[in-house]
Structure formats: structure tokens, C-alpha cells
């Protein structure tokens, strides 16, 4: 883990780096399009303070020697505050939102999916199949415009971002919970609808695959009520791919619904990842990138451990 | 008393800011400001704004305390949305109108009569907003100490340099501070007036100097404590500088702004909130304190489409950055009633929309010849349907064109921006018939007989309009048998050909509408990136002559006029020699343009009042700001 994860940062590092220009350039260009300009004097400053005039390799090595040595991410360009403030900021919402989400959707996609294949061909599975393909079918970002405008011109209801003003930046209380809540539904709405769609369909074909082999029809013969049939041997291997999408579950926790989280205005981790992105804000971007990357080979991990804890025939193997 | 002792001392010197009658009432300060003054809390109104305020004009009348203004920031990138609002309080201002520039922090100022030397007066008794005075010490530290230091900035920001020798201010007395510079610097006060020019009123000595290593031998400890490389990072992220985010970062930090930070602007921010100054120094006609509102608010958004949105219905008081673009304005217009706000004017501050440089230092002595001769040009212009693109492109928004200051502006010249806009294709093609460039199968050829045709570069993804606009002149010189292409190409490969002089013919905005000195790139061969007409000559402007090749008469004169006029503060005769400057343009018809350039509008609520229908929109003039928003009111 730890070899590939040094590679990866000078991948990432390279991949910051590859667009032309840098983050001096790309900040006067963005003050230039509100017809902005930077004194020239300035933009060298800038340029020097960063270290942007040095060679690539000795960048690499400012930023990678403080992670390693002192676990220091530096400071953000854009923000002149540390990295690791900046990102830790975003995470407690990030990750109330994104498990939120998570359970939302499997709560609603694995009963609908198991059901569905049992219940094959019927009105409730073509209903459910239909829903799940509408969902899958439509932008999430795309429902978040259309669901933000119906709102605000037909309810005069306030949409975007997780809380009110007033309880923007109150310490934490009950009110300010039951403010999250009464945001926060929209958004898992939005991001549910198309995991969910997706999971369903998932569910279904793996339950198709389980339902018709012989183990089922021996239990069946051995006089089991179909409901103890059902969760105690075909739902449990069709869970098995769930448990290895864990892997992709962690990274998404930083990076996933970027362009949701922008529409709504939600301060979650995403925005300002693209931000960092966008404006080659080095640092940050780089420690975002970095996190993704030891996030998924963490995520690999676990969900290999669970899966041999789950499944039987793999610790055999 | 000493208070009486400096309005003595400053006697006559006041004609703009009369010092008004002090009288203790409630009305002549906020509320909240008079609760605290009656317990105790708080200086009195009178020693806040010290003996001579700013007596700032309303726009309406005199507004009512009290409210909270909403306005919207983009996540990344925006602090600069801020200091339009709040952040230009430099020595001196401009106008409501960009055309003259007025006191600020500076009451009065002289100008020595070879524009070396400004002598600035500050206002006796000014308090930067945690209540310790404003003086000339602020302003030396501010750019001897800071600015003029190369661990804080590399090489001296360039408002304060001419003739590569960075200005000197040194201090005459408490409220007097003087600015000397080794060569003319005419233009000084109308830089100090922009943006860029705030320098000398960023930073107050009383903080700052414990952060700075002159006089705090230990800022080393504070360094280490802080975690940042170099005592200048720790400097900065207290102090900021002009267009950073940290500027907003520090809510500490004193200011000279009519509203402080007190949620500050930073990575993590989803709004940004300002409370009210209590020292700030302006009070309006009544002598009552401004600013009338008592906090700004600015809300975060990551995505603009959501700041529309946020426009239309109703949540923002006062926005133009990010929603201003001309598609954005029909569904701004239908809402209008539903959001409850109106749509402000902002008055593009170039003059062209569209200027047409024709290369009349083309390399090819054919082109030479053809965009050199001047009826070709004015038979090009008059075969424009400007009418037809002003409706079609710009919805109407806009007249037919050439150059020079707008109408309305002083300086505005009929003729330079009038002639030959008249839609008569059947005169143009005369006219290039009797230029020797006749037909041959429906196109021009050459007199030598050879295919006439040329390419106009344009750069799509910086002005797609341009593009809209040269396809509809294409085809109305395809009507006088005029054979061009709408070249399409990136912007360094724009810059390369026009650097290289390769290019036919290239489009670009036209300046010089509102700020006529600061880029009269149109007006003579005078910007090498710029005066794409003639790139050689302005390559022998800028070299006095090394470089480049010699431009003709017309040209040479208006150079000497053009520095005649950079070169006095006089605005009567700075005004005399650019009309002379003008009509030798005129006269010359090197550019064509196709519509005066369109203005950009904003939006401001129903209920705030106080806000002019136009105002200019620019970055030397940093709209909304320079109409003074501390005289906003909520209605």
C-alpha cells in the first residue's frame, strides 16, 4: 500500500501540473473575467512566494517532503490557510450527508430489488423496473436544477445549502438539527435517486441468478417458510457485490456528487475539490487527490475482509 | 478643544467636507452605535468621525438606519465581489460619473506645477475602525515600510512606480504626507483613485508593526507560533494585501472601510458577514454618520445558475457580478416584479463593442495598399447593416459607432464616433470601384487583377458575440463583393499573429469610453499588444524610435499630443490637447467599429434606495463601490 500510494502522489502531482499554466495564470484569468486586473509586479510575487518558478521536481519535493516528514499538507494558495483545516472543515457534513444517502438507498433499493425478482414480471416489477430506469436515465445535477426552480418560483422555498441563515453559523442545538434535517432531505432525495435505480437493478439480477438454482428448490422441499428461504441463503449471496462496491464507497465520500453538492450549494468536501481543481491550487488539490487515492485502498481493504467474512467459500479458497 | 485647534489649523481647507454641527441625537448615528456611547461603551459621535468627515451627497435623500444588505459571492476566486462593495477607500475616489477625482481620506491635495510632487491632507481626528487615530505615519509605514520592502513585496507595486523609480512619501506632519517622484507622474491621482492604488491607506502602522520585523525584534516567535515560512506570510494573513482573499480573513485587522469583517471569507466559508464601523468617517448632509446600514451579508454560491436563481426570487439586495451577461437579461426583466427588484444600468466603460483593425502595416504590400487606403475603409464601414446586428446580436441594446469617449462623457467627440455608421452599400461599392478595386465575377480583385480576400481573427471562447457580429458583416461585404473569413482561433495563437504582424484584420473590444488616458489604444498607434492597425508604429512609440518603423505625420502628432496630456494635471489642458488628439483621429479613420460598446446591468431590491439607475462598470472605476454604498438605505 504504501509503495503505490507514493506513486500515486507523483501522479497526481503531474496531473495538477499537466494543464498549461499554473495557479498564478489561472487566478488572473478568473479576476479578468469580471474584468479585474492583477498588477504584473503582483503576479511575480505571487508566483515566487509559491515556489510556482521552480522546477517541478523541487515542488514535488517541498510538498511531498512535508507531508512525509512532518505531516504537514501546507498551506492552500488560494485560502492562505492549512490544508488539513480546510478539508477536516468540510468532512463532518460530508460524511452525514453521504451516509444519509447510503442508507437511504439501500433501505429503499435492496427490499424493492428482492422483491422484484420475486415477485418477476409482475405489475409491482414493472412499476419498480420502470422507476429505476427513469432515475437512472435522469442527470442527478439535471433534477436538482429542475426540483431548486419548482421550489423556489412555486413554494418560495429556500433549497440550496444545509441550513438557514440564522443557524448558518450557531453553535450546535436541537433546532439547528431539526434545520438540518428539514435541508438536508432534498439533497439525499437527488443523490439517492439514481444509486438507488441503479442498486435495484443490481439486486434483481443477482436474485434472478440465485433464485433458480437447485439449492432453492432443495430448501423449498425441506419445507421452509419462503420468507426464512428467502433472506437466509439467495439474499445473501446476491449481497456479495454490494459488499465489494465498498471499495468505491469510501473515495466517494470526498469526490462523489461534486456537481449535486455545486448545484445545491451544499458546504460539503466535493465543491471545494473541483475548486482546488479548477484554480491549480497545488496543495490542496494534491491532498484531496491523495486522500481519494489512500481512501480507496483502504476501502479495497475492508471490503475484502468483509466479503471473506461474509462468504464462506472465499476464506476457503 | 484640540479638536477645534486642527479645524483652525485646516481652515479653508475643508470646501468639500465642510465640518458639520456635531449636535448629540440620537438621529445623527445608528442605534446600536448610540446605545453603546450611552453606556459608556463607545467614544461620542463627534471624536469617532473626527473634525472634518466626509460630507457625502445622497443619491435620493437622506436614508434611515438600520437593515441588513444581501449580495452573493461566488465560492472561489470572488473576494474582489467584496472590495467593490466596501474596499476602495484609497486618498482619493472618483466621481459617481469616472470623469473627475475627488477627495477621500485625502481632504485636499497640491500638485508641484512638473506633477512630481503630491502633498496630501488628511483629515484631522480620523480613526481607523478600532478607534486609534489615522495619520501621515500610517500612511509612510504603509509604503516605506511595507510596499517598498522586498521580503514583503518582491519588486514595489507598480501604481507607485514611474520611470522605474518607486515614489517616496515622507511625512510633513501628523496630517500631512507628501509623495515625491523622480519623474512626472500626471495620471497619480486618477491611479490612486482605482483599485490598485490603495496602498498608501492598506495598512495601519499601530497593528501591522508587530507583525513586522522593524519594529517587533521577536516577530520570529510569532512566525514559528503561527506556522507559516517567513515573518511576510504571517504579515499577510493578518494584513492581507489589495485583491487577496485574506484581506477579508481577519477580523482584527483595522480598517478604514465603512463596514469590518465579522464572518470572514475564507476556504471553508458558506457566507461572509460585515458589521458596521463605528469610526468611519463619512457622515451624509445631515452630518449624520454613515454608513446606513448596518451589515452586509454575502452569501456563497458555488454554482452561478443558483445565484440566479437566488436573484429572482428575492434574496439578494444588490448583484451584477456573475448574473450580467445578455441572455442572463430577459429572464432577469420577467421576474422583476416577483424578486421585487429593479434592474440597474451599468455603463460599459469601453466604446466599442466590436473595433474592426484593419492591418494597414500588412506585410504584403497588396493588403498594404488596400487596408492603407482610407475610402476602402470608410467604403467597408458604410457597407455594415449595423442596425441589423445591434438587433439581431445585441437585442437591440446598442447604436451604431466608431470610437472615443461615450456620449455623455465630456470628452465626447461627433465626429470621430459618428462618421460613416450610414448603411449605403450602393456608395461603398462605388467608392472601391474608384479605389481601383473593381469587380471580376461579383468579388474585388486587386488592380493588378489577382483574388482579393482577407481573414479577421477573432477568439470564440473570450467574445462569442464578436463572432455572431463579423458573421453578419461578412455577409453584407459579401453584397459589395468583399471576399473575407471569420478566422476562429485560440487566444495565444491571437496574440502570436498579431505580436508577428500576420494578421489581416483583427477584432477586439475597443477602450477608452470612460477612460480615454488610461488606454487610448484606438485613438493612435500607442498599445504594441493593442493598436493592432499598426503594430510597427506603436512598436516606434514605445521605443522612441529604435524599433518599429516610422509612423506618418498624422500619427507622430497625436503622439506628441498624447503626451502632452500625460503629461499635466491641468484638466483644462489635458482636455484642449486630447480634443486636438481626436480630431487628427477623426481625420485618419484607421479603426472601424460597429456599435457603441454594450452596457451590463445588475439588480438591486425594491427596497434599497439610494442607488444611482447608471453607474459605470469597470475595474478602474469598481462598480458598485465609487457610488458609495455606506449612502445605501434599506426603504
Known amino acids: 500500500m504504501i509503495p503505490s500510494l507514493g506513486v500515486i502522489s507523483i501522479l497526481a502531482f503531474i496531473l495538477i501540473r499537466l494543464p498549461p499554466g499554473d495557479f498564478v495564470t489561472n487566478y488572473i484569468a478568473t479576476l479578468a473575467a469580471s474584468n479585474e486586473i492583477v498588477d504584473q509586479n503582483t503576479a511575480a510575487e505571487l508566483r515566487a512566494r509559491f515556489g510556482l518558478d521552480q522546477p517541478m521536481i523541487v515542488q514535488y519535493w517541498r510538498w511531498i517532503s512535508g507531508i512525509v516528514l512532518r505531516g504537514d499538507f501546507g498551506f492552500s494558495f488560494e485560502w492562505q490557510q492549512p490544508v488539513g483545516d480546510l478539508i477536516w472543515e468540510r468532512m463532518g457534513l460530508t460524511l452525514v450527508l453521504t451516509f444519509t444517502t447510503l442508507l437511504m438507498t439501500w433501505a429503499i433499493a435492496l427490499p424493492v430489488g428482492v422483491y422484484s425478482a420475486v415477485k418477476k414480471y409482475s405489475l ?96 423449498r422441499a425441506k419445507g421452509l417458510s419462503e420468507m426464512t428461504l428467502l433472506f437466509r441463503y439467495p439474499v445473501r449471496l446476491a449481497l456479495n457485490p454490494f459488499i465489494s462496491t465498498i471499495a468505491w464507497l469510501l473515495p466517494n465520500l470526498v469526490s462523489g456528487s461534486v456537481i449535486v453538492a455545486i448545484v445545491l450549494n451544499l458546504p460539503t468536501a466535493g465543491p471545494l475539490l473541483l475548486q482546488s481543481l479548477m484554480s491549480q491550487d497545488m496543495y490542496l488539490a494534491g491532498a484531496f487527490v491523495l486522500l481519494i487515492c489512500a481512501l480507496t485502498l483502504v476501502g479495497t481493504l475492508i471490503s475484502d475482509v468483509l466479503l471473506a467474512l461474509v462468504d464462506p467459500r472465499i476464506r476457503l479458497e | 478643544m484640540t479638536n477645534l485647534g486642527r479645524r483652525a489649523f485646516v481652515a479653508g481647507a475643508a470646501a468639500m467636507s465642510a465640518a458639520p454641527a456635531m449636535a448629540q441625537g440620537a438621529a445623527k448615528e445608528a442605534p446600536g452605535l448610540a446605545a453603546l456611547v450611552a453606556e459608556g461603551k463607545l467614544a ?196 492581507g494585501d489589495i485583491e487577496i482573499p485574506l484581506r477579508w480573513g481577519n477580523p482584527e485587522k483595522p480598517v478604514l472601510d465603512p463596514w469590518v469583517v465579522q464572518e470572514p471569507y475564507s ?183 489577382s483574388k482579393l480576400f482577407f481573414a479577421i481573427d477573432v477568439i470564440p471562447t473570450l467574445y462569442p458575440d464578436l463572432v455572431d457580429t463579423l458573421e453578419l458583416v461578412k455577409r453584407h461585404w459579401a453584397e459589395i463583393g468583399i471576399d473575407c473569413k471569420v478566422n476562429t482561433i485560440e487566444r495565444s495563437l491571437y496574440y502570436t499573429r498579431g505580436d508577428n504582424n500576420e494578421h489581416d484584420c483583427a477584432v477586439w473590444p475597443g477602450p477608452g469610453g470612460l477612460d480615454p488616458m488610461l488606454d487610448p489604444r484606438d485613438f493612435f498607434a500607442q498599445h504594441p499588444q493593442g493598436s493592432r492597425y499598426a503594430i510597427p508604429w506603436t512598436q516606434w512609440y514605445v521605443s522612441n524610435g529604435k524599433e518599429g518603423e516610422e509612423p506618418p505625420e498624422s500619427q507622430k502628432q497625436r503622439m506628441k499630443l498624447f503626451d502632452a496630456a500625460r503629461g499635466t494635471a491641468d484638466m483644462a489642458k489635458r482636455a484642449a490637447a486630447m480634443k486636438a488628439l481626436f480630431d487628427i483621429t477623426a481625420e485618419a479613420f484607421e479603426t472601424v467599429g460597429i456599435c457603441l460598446a454594450v452596457n451590463a446591468f445588475g439588480i438591486a431590491s425594491n427596497k434599497l434606495r439610494n442607488v444611482p439607475v447608471k453607474m459605470p462598470s469597470s475595474w478602474s472605476w469598481p462598480n458598485p463601490g465609487p457610488s458609495l454604498p455606506q449612502q445605501y438605505y434599506l426603504g
Open chain 1, 124 to 219: 409491482g416489477d414493472y412499476v419498480a423496473t420502470f422507476f429505476s430506469f427513469l432515475g437512472l436515465a435522469v442527470p442527478s445535477f439535471l433534477l436538482a436544477l429542475v426540483l431548486m426552480y419548482v421550489a423556489a418560483m412555486y413554494f418560495s422555498q429556500d433549497v440550496g445549502g444545509l441550513f438557514s441563515q440564522e443557524y448558518l453559523t450557531a453553535p450546535w442545538s436541537f433546532w439547528k438539527f431539526v434545520d438540518l434535517m428539514s435541508h438536508i432531505w432534498i439533497a439525499v432525495i437527488i443523490l439517492a435517486v439514481s444509486g438507488t435505480a441503479s442498486l435495484i437493478r443490481i439486486m434483481r439480477a443477482n436474485m434472478l441468478d440465485e433464485l433458480s438454482k437447485p439449492y432453492v428448490t432443495t430448501a
Open chain 2, 267 to 449: 476556504g471553508g466559508a458558506t457566507r461572509v458577514l460585515m458589521r458596521r464601523n463605528p469610526y468611519f468617517w463619512q457622515v451624509d448632509t445631515e452630518g449624520r454618520q454613515l454608513p446606513y446600514i448596518d451589515a452586509l451579508n454575502f452569501s456563497i454560491s458555488q454554482d452561478v445558475e443558483s445565484l440566479m436563481l437566488d436573484v429572482i426570487s428575492g434574496k439578494l439586495d444588490i448583484q451584477d457580478r456573475h448574473i450580467d451577461t445578455l441572455q442572463n437579461k430577459p429572464t432577469l426583466s420577467q421576474n422583476a416584479a416577483k424578486g421585487g427588484y429593479r434592474l440597474v444600468e451599468l455603463v460599459n466603460s469601453g466604446a466599442q463593442q466590436c473595433q474592426m483593425y484593419f492591418n494597414m502595416m500588412h506585410k504584403n504590400p497588396a493588403m498594404r495598399a488596400f487596408f492603407g487606403n482610407k475610402s476602402v475603409r470608410q467604403a467597408l464601414s458604410m457597407a455594415i447593416d449595423r442596425s441589423e446586428i445591434i438587433e439581431l446580436v445585441y437585442l437591440g441594446q446598442s447604436e451604431p459607432y466608431q470610437t472615443g469617449p461615450r456620449p455623455g462623457h465630456p470628452w465626447y467627440h461627433e465626429t470621430l464616433a459618428r462618421q460613416f455608421t450610414k448603411y449605403d452599400k450602393t456608395a461603398a461599392g462605388a467608392m472601391l470601384d474608384a479605389a481601383g478595386y473593381p469587380r471580376k465575377n461579383g468579388q474585388r480583385v486587386h488592380p493588378d487583377g
Open chain 2, 44 to 239: 461620542k459621535l463627534a471624536d469617532r468621525v473626527g473634525a472634518s468627515p466626509l460630507v457625502v451627497v445622497p443619491v435620493e435623500k437622506a436614508g434611515a438606519y438600520g437593515g441588513q444588505l444581501r449580495r452573493g459571492l461566488r465560492g472561489s476566486a470572488d473576494h474582489n465581489g467584496i472590495l467593490r462593495m466596501v474596499g476602495n477607500q484609497g486618498l482619493v475616489r472618483w466621481n459617481a460619473t469616472f470623469t473627475e477625482v475627488l477627495p477621500n481620506v485625502a481632504e485636499k491635495w497640491e500638485v508641484n506645477e512638473a506633477s512630481t510632487e503630491f502633498t496630501f491632507h488628511l483629515r484631522p481626528g480620523m480613526k481607523w475602525s478600532d478607534g486609534h487615530p489615522f495619520t501621515a505615519d500610517d500612511v509612510v509605514f504603509a509604503i516605506e515600510d511595507c510596499c517598498k520592502n522586498s521580503e514583503l513585496y518582491r519588486s514595489v507595486p507598480s501604481p507607485l512606480v514611474i520611470a522605474n523609480k518607486p515614489g517616496v512619501a515622507s511625512k510633513i506632519n501628523d496630517t500631512t504626507v507628501k509623495f515625491t517622484f523622480e519623474a512626472p507622474y500626471a495620471l497619480f491621482l486618477e491611479i490612486m483613485a482605482t483599485p490598485l492604488g490603495q496602498h498608501p491607506t492598506l495598512f495601519a502602522k499601530h497593528y501591522g508593526a508587530q507583525f513586522h520585523p522593524k519594529y517587533n525584534n521577536k516577530v520570529a516567535d510569532l512566525v514559528k507560533a503561527a506556522n507559516v515560512s517567513d515573518w511576510g506570510a504571517l504579515f499577510r494573513s493578518k494584513l
